[in-house]
């Protein structure tokens, strides 16, 4: 940036006057490299010119202070962009609203979610999910559930993370109940409907979530799938195998496949209805 700002400076010496797109680039910059100072300084030497920011300068100032942890002086330059008339677009919207349930702030997130939605707005699926995840953390899982419905509902097509996200809620929700399950299932073969392929993270909150309810034979069998799909399971994964394997009363296979982890060893797996196995490569 040192050079730009010689430039700069080189320019006002010489009479001539940066446009917005000049001083937007030293307001990116330094809210890129977290140098606030810097950026307001420009932002308010841009202004004081007359020249009038736009919805991307807005967006990188109020991101760069919401990753600094500045929340007031985020929400003052978003206030400050609504006084001056300047009508923030999605990506906008999106940045406050990240930057809110970064720093904590839900009931704020959901309120200018809201303000965005009630403009006629769709807020994109990113957007989306950050808030899902926020409401999960605050016990909401329901709550995330009715926003992914009501995205939905909207014409915003969910994604893999959003997916992941929502069965990986049901999964891990306290005591996980047989309707969580069924939730999660239906959501599984929802994201397969829409050509999204499962991943590790999905088949292992499914394992996971099966195990607590004590239904094994659909973990050896989503477990069994994942493999065929030549999806990689994680240790998380393998540690639900073992624990469902001790359930089922398979401690000789819960030894081997215990072994077969520590020593690093490639690993088959078998199962049938009647017949589970543990095969080390």
């Given amino acids: 940036m040192d050079a730009a700002r010689t430039y700069l400076d ?3 010496e010489s009479g001539l006057q940066p446009d917005a797109h000049t001083y937007g680039v030293f307001v990116h910059g330094y809210s890129e490299a977290g140098k606030m100072q810097m950026a307001d300084r420009y932002f308010n030497e841009m202004v004081a010119s007359g020249l009038e920011p736009n919805n991307i300068i807005y967006a990188d100032l109020i991101r760069g202070h919401f990753k600094k942890g500045n929340i007031t002086e985020a929400f003052s330059a978003f206030i400050c962009m609504l006084a001056r008339g300047i009508l923030p677009d999605c990506k906008t919207y999106s940045v406050v609203i990240i930057g809110l349930l970064k720093n904590g702030k839900m009931q704020e997130a959901l309120r200018i979610f809201h303000e965005l939605c ?3 707005l769709l ?11 926020g409401l999960y953390k605050q016990g909401d899982a329901e709550k995330a559930i009715q ?5 939905c509902m909207k014409g915003i097509n969910p994604n893999v993370v959003t997916y992941d996200n929502l069965i990986s809620f049901l999964c891990k929700a306290g005591a996980v109940e047989a ?14 409907a829409r050509n ?7 088949y292992t909150s499914l394992l996971q979530g099966f195990n607590a309810t004590g239904n094994t034979r659909r973990v050896f069998a989503l477990f069994k799938e994942m493999m065929a799909k030549g999806i990689e399971p994680d240790q998380l994964a393998f540690h639900v195998i073992f624990d469902s394997l001790l359930r089922e009363g398979k401690t000789v296979e819960a030894f081997k496949l215990g072994c077969a982890l520590s020593a690093g060893q490639d690993i088959i797996f078998k199962y049938e ?5 543990t095969y080390l490569v």
């Fill in 10 to 12: 080189d320019m006002l």
């Fill in 179 to 192: 309707e969580d399950m069924e939730e999660a299932e239906r959501l599984f073969l929802e994201m397969q």
């Fill in 196 to 202: 999204i392929e499962p991943t590790t993270v999905t």
């Fill in 118 to 120: 009630g403009k006629g």
């Fill in 273 to 277: 209805e009647e017949e589970i196995g």
């Fill in 123 to 133: 807020p994109d699926v990113g957007t989306c999910n950050a808030l899902m995840v």
């Fill in 147 to 151: 926003l992914y419905e009501d995205m």
